[in-house]
């Protein structure tokens, strides 16, 4: 009798050490899932969204050097290293084309039609309420060749714009153009992105086309590449710095031939 009564004792006293475990094991649980979440409310991860437009493409080569390079490869591949040195340092990025395709619908009969449809396209992803920041990339013409130097133009409809377009100036002749002293300057409608942005926006005029050895050093992937970089640092000025990358991103160096 004593032995089944301390047998009994013995299985009730390990039902209760069991049931102890599984309660506070499940405290614990919904105690760190609680503290989770909230950290995940106080200290958001998401990455700030930078979109970047390479200008042009597809039919619309853009202006042209004397020697008959095509702006758009050239924006296009600047667009792309700015996009791999910002991703690098926390961003995400979106880009408006990633090839040779505009954004447009390029089925539609006319070719005015047709740019329509790629600015309504592009501005679209420039007001969308993920992106912070719209940046875009173009190369200068003009009917004297003399003329060379980056120049910025920003979105006259938002505040910050004329911010961003100071720190990618400053940026740029800081680092690769010491000698350019042209002015960052206000768009009119007649820079459709800019004018009807309403996120922080700019347009960065690159270099001049026209000048036939600006366009040679801007056809160069080195020159190409130091642009991107001081466009990244402008926007890190900017945004007072990138998050750490969420994931492992390898680099993709898929140069685009410039036609
Ligand atoms: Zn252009």
Redesign the pocket.
């Known amino acids: 009798m004593e032995k089944l009564k301390q047998s009994l004792f013995n299985i009730l006293f390990y039902i209760v050490v069991i049931a102890l475990i599984i309660i506070t094991g499940t405290l614990v649980f919904f105690a760190v899932l609680k503290l989770n979440v909230y950290a995940a409310e106080e200290h958001p991860e998401k990455s700030m969204c930078i979109v970047i437009d390479a200008?042009?493409g597809g039919e619309d080569g853009?202006?042209q050097s004397a020697d008959g390079v095509a702006?758009k490869g050239i924006?296009l591949n600047i667009a792309r290293y700015t996009r791999d040195f910002l991703v690098l340092s926390g961003y995400e990025v979106k880009m408006t084309r990633e090839d040779d395709t505009p954004m447009g619908d390029t089925s539609l009969p006319t070719l005015a039609e047709r740019r329509r449809s790629d600015f309504a396209e592009r501005l679209k992803l420039f007001n969308s309420d993920n992106t912070d920041i719209a940046i875009s990339i173009?190369?200068?013409k003009f009917t004297e060749p003399q003329y060379s130097g980056a120049q910025v133009f920003y979105s006259p409809n938002n505040a910050e714009s004329g911010k961003l377009a100071e720190c990618i100036r400053s940026s740029v002749t800081g680092l690769i153009q010491p000698q350019n002293k042209r002015q960052n300057k206000e768009s009119g409608s007649e820079i459709y992105l800019l004018y009807n942005c309403k996120k922080p926006c700019v347009l960065v005029?690159c270099g001049f086309l026209s000048n036939p050895d600006e366009a040679a050093l801007l056809n160069t992937e080195e020159y190409q590449k130091q642009l991107a970089f001081a466009i990244c640092c402008a926007v890190l000025d900017y945004t007072g710095g990138g998050r750490a990358p969420a994931g492992n991103y390898a680099v993709v160096h898929n140069k685009t031939e410039i036609s």
């Open positions: 200008g042009h853009g202006a702006e924006n173009h190369q200068n005029e």
